[in-house]
């Protein structure tokens, strides 16, 4: 801890007289805009960083988690809501106090969540987002889908040969 023995504010700088010396400083005269940061997203057993492309795996879309926080200038704000809504699941903006949203049970596609914090006196930050994916299951790609019509085939096939033998006999 530093005793300040005198305080002095000119052209935009503070000055404090300490024990130890002079101190100079410029001010802050514009305060830096508050955010709202997503670090976390998991999804069950995968965990994803903020740089990576979150793609979520199909079997582990039960349980979405995504953390948010508040970057202020100030240390807290109390009251501080959070507004959030996933793109294109959904239009309106869902509130709460709590900053980790929850989803569950995604259906398999890409995703947008925004969102911003309100806090202070009605005073809302800047929308901040996150893209992710929800891959598609084993059984729903083009090449499982493929085996299926080619089964489907070869049961139509099985069916009018036995039916041909059927007839001959």
């Known amino acids: 801890p ?7 504010f000119s052209d935009g700088y503070y000055y404090l007289a300490t024990k130890s010396g002079l101190y100079v400083s410029r001010l802050w005269i514009d305060k830096p805009e508050e955010t709202v940061s997503l670090f976390k997203l998991s999804a069950e057993s995968q965990t994803f960083s903020e740089n990576e492309p979150a793609k ?9 988690t995504i953390s948010c926080a508040l970057n202020s200038f100030y ?10 809504r996933l793109i294109p699941y959904d239009t309106s903006w869902s509130i709460q ?3 980790e949203i929850y989803f569950n049970n995604l259906p ?5 969540l925004e969102v911003k914090a309100k806090y202070g006196n009605d005073q809302e930050t800047k929308t901040t987002s996150l893209s992710f994916t929800v891959l598609k299951p084993w059984w729903a ?7 299926w019509i080619l ?13 041909i033998y059927r007839l001959k006999r």
């Open 97 to 99: 106090a709590n900053s």
């Open 2 to 8: 530093v005793e300040v023995n005198d305080v002095a």
């Open 56 to 64: 979520i795996l199909y079997n582990n879309n039960r349980s979405i």
């Open 75 to 84: 240390s807290s704000f109390s009251g501080t809501h959070y507004l959030y």
């Open 151 to 163: 089964l489907f085939l070869l049961f139509i096939y099985v069916v009018v040969q036995i039916s």
């Open 108 to 112: 398999w596609g890409d995703y947008t």
């Open 141 to 147: 790609t083009w090449w499982a889908v493929l085996l």
